[in-house]
């Protein structure tokens, strides 16, 4: 795993700890297991910030913060993950969970007709909340395992690989004496 490449792009522990919306969780985030960067950590984080990604309530960030600091994974790498989940990837892959969820429920999906207002949030989220929630949830436990088991095996290879270059630098050597 380019564990380097993550940690330029990840924010400083520092600026992190003293986040204001941070805050919720007191002194909780100041394990320093919380920021550590290793196989088990990483591929948790994107267990958790993978399945926040589709729990569909505006406040996934916390969430997902309070998921890493629940399951002792890496804290920033779980928050930066919910954004796969953004305002322009959002409507697609939530009405990619509203049919999965009528597929697997065996309903009849609804014409929806999208309207940004209260009055039509509350109607229409009360008529489809099952099959969407369900779709939801589906995609979120399948996204999770899937990057879970994929940074777990790309971290292995590069381990493996890693142990494989110096087993030959050492034969190498050995053979130059």
């Known amino acids: 795993m380019p564990k380097r490449l993550i940690k330029h792009y990840m924010p400083d522990q520092e600026t992190l700890r003293k986040h204001r919306h941070l805050k919720v969780f007191g002194t909780l985030h100041h394990n320093p297991n919380l920021w550590h960067l290793n196989r088990r950590s990483a591929s948790g984080a994107f267990a958790v910030g993978l399945f926040m990604a589709f729990v569909p309530v505006p406040f ?34 939530f009405f990619g969970a509203y049919r999965l969820g009528t597929w697997l429920m065996g309903a009849r999906e609804r014409d929806v007709n ?4 209260p009055d039509w949030l509350v ?8 099959p969407f929630l369900l779709g939801c949830f589906i995609l979120g436990t399948l996204s999770a395992a899937v990057g879970f088991g994929i940074i777990r095996g790309l971290w292995r290879l590069r381990l493996v690989r890693h142990h494989h270059h110096r087993k030959q630098d ?8």
Do not use: C, D, H, K
């Open 60 to 93: 996934q960030m916390l969430l997902a913060a309070g998921g890493a600091i629940l399951a002792r994974v890496n804290l920033p790498l779980s928050v930066l993950l919910v954004w796969i989940t953004n305002p322009v990837t959002m409507p697609p892959i």
């Open 114 to 117: 999208f309207s940004l207002s």
């Open 123 to 130: 109607y229409e989220m009360g008529v489809i909340w099952q």
């Open 170 to 177: 050492r034969a190498a050597r050995e053979t130059t004496r």
